[in-house]
């Protein structure tokens, strides 16, 4: 079992930045890929960001320049740096666990709501 707590969304203006936190726990927790994916307003749930547990850092095209992400031990977390925010990144962000190199996710964080707003 792997346990997600998320926090660090709220309101930005656009133009602006902010970080996210995703901790992970349990035995196996290290094992596992960490991602982050948000769901905005009528459309699917996306990759944002992925770092699998050898390293490799996955960006989406829609993200990439403007968010970098880092993996932090040993408390197993994922931080996500999103800078030059604009209303397209509003969405609900999800914290995902999944084995290496698998896009299906096994475990799902409870979700951090994340509004671009003036």
């Known amino acids: 079992q792997v346990q997600l707590v998320e926090s660090g969304g709220g309101l930005v203006q656009p133009g602006g930045s902010l970080t996210l936190s995703c901790i992970a726990s349990?035995?196996?927790?290290?094992?596992?890929?960490l991602g982050w994916y948000r769901q905005a307003p009528g459309k699917e749930r996306e990759l944002v960001a992925r770092?699998?547990?050898?390293?490799?850092?996955t960006l989406s095209d829609s993200t990439k320049g403007r968010f970098t992400t880092s993996r932090r031990y040993p408390e197993n977390s994922l931080r996500p740096q999103m800078n030059i925010l604009t209303s397209d990144d509003t969405a609900v962000y999800y914290c995902?666990?999944?084995?290496?190199?698998?896009?299906?996710?096994?475990?799902w964080g409870q979700g951090t709501q994340v509004i671009v707003s003036s």
């Open positions: 770092i699998e547990s050898d390293g490799k850092v």
């Open positions: 349990g035995s196996t927790s290290r094992n596992y890929a």
């Open positions: 995902g666990a999944s084995r290496d190199y698998n896009d299906n996710v096994d475990y």
